[in-house]
């Protein structure tokens, strides 16, 4: 008897033990701790060091190597040292990159910053970069510093599209960031399908063909007839119709489902009905796969760094690395993502970080060079206007096309005016909760059900 | 007298100090974490955002909301259909390639090859081998693609939006990689059986299958009841192969979630209030499943013994 009793709690400290590893990684009570001093702390930080003493470190946390080639590409003085290091001046600049993958970017930021007090000086995030879908959670902090202290001033920023200083504006009308580049979106179709299925790669011909949404699906079956499909996936066309709302996802605590965003629903439902479009998530192989012709797919939905930097123009055989596509507007304008540069709270290198976003988002001669050798969209009226017009620019990817006319008139239509902190879990678990109402396995009532139940997860605050 | 008494206290003072460096770790690494996470389970204690909510004491209000939501019970359903698609087929593998490994009168060759190479899967890691999976499996991969130039099918299969083909890929990728680890501990327990007894049988004129089910079985009893309970422990514990295979999803609708993939979700927030109170139910869940194989097991086996005995 005593044996038994012995052997069912060797048992039960079996199990304790094995959960407890699981229940260990949970429970690491680290966060209360660190709160309570920075508040205060951060504003403490927030004064700069005095003048002339600047660090000699300057940290940069980012997500992907893009800012790192513009700053290479572009700033007077920034030597390359090793892929993780560089120079300007005696200033070591130390990047350290964290790709977004399971939001792995946000959560090695967040950790750096709720510890920036604390941290010693040269080991201090002094910039990092966020975008738009979750702009507001850092903008809305003071661990962002106005870019007024950095001395930018009205003037150097009256050039910038007004939508990309309102993604980083707070409640109080503080300025807390800058971003070179502006992300209207267009439709890159592959001229070579154009010309089998409709006759002509011509973007004006294909616009009329994709005028809005029911020639959209008109022309949709002309593709899928021909053994093609209009999109790779539904949630290409996602930001076209969430970029068009008029209610923001959370009103008073509550998720709210905006008509437009059910717009989306219910055409993307058809798109797949009718076996038009696939329902891959963003960024998987199935999803890239139609980067290249085998893919038979016929268009992606994106702004200029999808098309320069993500649709493997630096791969021989896909479309883009043979100039193969073409761009119009199509059926609505829209933006999609955006860079931004913040100043953090505590920076030892306020001048140089101060020049770094002054040099980048507002000196006209650098972004038209970034325009000329990577093809981006810059955020600078005057010369994005200069180059639409500019007969001798094209971009390779899109056969020699010059697309920034189409560019320009995008970005001044794009509104940001309902944006919200919740905007990257409500997209994720949107996309996700859908794709199994898309696939015919659940009801709609219950993907949506689903969707709220991941959302009230990620930020438990909410309601539905 | 006095003697025999002074020695046998110095083994005792032995085995505690042999038994330092378990409780020691035990302590700090298991029942430290063990009890705070118990405590924290009670607390309101998430962020939002870059903002810290709490630690609020709610009382039993995390686990009201638990069970308020129904996911509970659903993620747990998820759980225990993924791992019984994978054990019942890894422990019948496991016993017939342990019986045949442990038979002498088959005079296998290579057996030490084989026994190596079933063992092999479990050492390559389960994200890893996930990943692969995830790669050959999918819409545009290469099993598709062999199964329409085999002409099978005409369109691509998708693996990766049914539930049954994602949950039996979980499934299978489990049987796969914990079948060699318990073929090894199911040999061990068939070779402490005393081979007096089979020759006993053999003499007595039982065949193989009477030996198998009359003899092997109820002796093997007591490894088949730790078998059991490790797996299935850490199949309540499934997490890195589902998550990678689904990439965090758990799709399709949810179907391939289990609980810790849900308790991990709820790290996106930094909840640990709603996490530990899973946690704790996690445990507690374990627990009784662990009590109830353990009970039927061994009141089963003490009858076996007693007869044994008589």
């Known amino acids: 008897m005593k044996k038994r009793t012995l052997a069912m709690l060797l048992g039960a400290m079996m199990a304790a033990s094995m959960l407890a590893g699981c229940g260990g990684g949970s429970s690491a009570p680290a966060a209360p701790a660190a709160e309570e001093e920075t508040g205060e702390a951060a504003e403490e930080a927030a004064e700069p060091a005095a003048e002339g003493e600047e660090g000699k470190v300057l940290n940069i946390y980012c997500w992907n190597d893009e800012f790192q080639r513009r700053l290479r590409d572009h700033y007077p003085g920034y030597e390359e040292v090793d892929a993780t290091h560089g120079k300007i001046g005696d200033v070591e600049v130390v990047w350290n990159i964290t790709p977004s993958d399971d939001n792995a970017y946000q959560n090695n930021l967040d950790e750096t910053l709720l510890k920036q007090a604390d941290a010693p000086q040269d080991e201090k995030i002094d910039l990092f970069l966020i975008e738009a879908d979750y702009a507001l959670k850092y903008v809305g902090t003071d661990y962002t510093m106005p870019v007024a202290d950095f001395g930018i001033t009205d003037e150097d920023l009256a050039n910038q599209y007004k939508y990309t200083q309102d993604v980083v504006t707070d409640g109080n009308g503080v300025l807390k960031g800058v971003s070179w580049q502006g992300c209207p979106g267009v439709m890159v179709y592959s001229r070579e399908v154009a010309k089998e299925v409709f006759g002509t790669d011509e973007p004006d011909a294909i616009q009329e063909k994709f005028a809005d949404w029911d020639a959209f699906v008109a022309s949709a079956a002309e593709l899928k007839a021909a053994g093609y499909q209009v999109v790779s996936s539904v949630n290409d066309t996602y930001r076209v119709y969430s970029n068009n709302v008029t209610s923001p996802w959370v009103v008073d605590g509550k998720i709210n489902l905006d008509e437009n965003i059910k717009k989306w629903v219910d055409d993307s439902k058809a798109l797949v009905d009718a076996g038009y479009a696939g329902t891959h998530d963003l960024w998987s192989d199935d999803w890239s796969a139609g980067f290249y012709p085998e893919g038979k797919v016929f268009a992606y939905f994106g702004p200029a760094w999808l098309i320069d930097f993500c649709m493997a123009a630096d791969t021989e055989g896909s479309i883009a690395n043979a100039g193969g596509y073409a761009a119009t507007v199509g059926p609505q304008s829209f933006n999609w993502g955006g860079t931004w540069i913040c100043g953090a709270a505590g920076t030892d290198n306020v001048t140089l970080v101060g020049d770094i976003m002054r040099q980048m988002t507002c000196n006209e001669q650098i972004m038209t060079d970034i325009v000329k050798d990577d093809n981006d969209f810059v955020n600078n009226k005057p010369a994005m206007e200069a180059m639409a017009a500019d007969e001798s620019y094209g971009d390779a990817v899109l056969g020699g096309q010059n697309a920034l006319g189409m560019f320009c008139e995008g970005a001044d239509k794009i509104s940001m005016d309902y944006i919200s902190i919740y905007d990257q879990g409500c997209t994720e678990e949107f996309q996700n909760a859908m794709k199994g109402y898309f696939e015919g396995q659940i009801p709609f009532e219950k993907a949506y059900e689903d969707f709220c139940k991941a959302v009230v997860v990620k930020y438990p605050e909410l309601t539905y | ?310």
Do not use: C
């Open chain 2, 1 to 310: 007298m006095k003697n025999r008494k002074s020695k046998a206290v110095s083994y005792n003072k032995w085995g505690y100090i042999f038994l330092i460096p378990f409780v020691a770790v035990y302590g700090i690494f298991q029942l430290v974490p063990l009890v705070s996470t118990i405590y924290n389970s009670f607390f309101e204690n998430y962020r939002s955002g870059l903002i810290q909510i709490g630690p609020n004491f709610v009382g039993f209000k995390n686990y009201l909301t638990l069970f308020r939501n129904g996911d509970l019970l659903f993620y747990t359903r998820n759980t225990l259909i993924m791992w019984i698609l994978g054990f019942v087929p890894q422990i019948l593998v496991s016993l017939l390639l342990g019986a045949w490994f442990s038979d002498p009168s088959l005079r296998l060759k290579f057996d030490r090859f084989f026994k190596t190479v079933i063992y092999l899967p479990n050492l390559i890691m389960a994200s890893a081998f996930s990943m692969l999976f995830f790669t050959l499996f999918s819409d545009k991969g290469p099993i598709n693609s062999i199964l329409i130039s085999l002409g099978i099918i005409s369109v691509p299969f998708k693996f990766m939006s049914h539930v049954w083909s994602v949950r039996g890929l979980v499934a299978f990728m489990n049987f796969i990689m914990w079948f060699g680890n318990t073929t090894i501990l199911l040999m061990a327990g068939m070779m402490g059986i005393d081979p007096s007894l089979y020759e006993a049988a053999q003499v007595d004129g039982a065949t193989a299958t009477q030996i198998f089910y009359r003899i092997t079985l109820p002796l093997l009893r007591p490894i088949l009841l730790y078998v059991m309970i490790t797996s299935m422990i850490g199949g309540l514990q499934m997490f890195d192969v589902p998550q990678i295979l689904t990439n965090g999803t758990g799709d399709p609708v949810r179907k391939s979630m289990t609980l810790i993939m849900y308790l991990n979700k709820h790290l996106w927030s930094k909840n640990y209030g709603l996490g530990g109170a899973l946690s704790v139910m996690l445990f507690i869940v374990t627990g009784i499943l662990s009590l109830i194989v353990f009970r039927i097991n061994t009141r089963t086996a003490e009858g076996g013994r007693h007869r044994d005995r008589t």
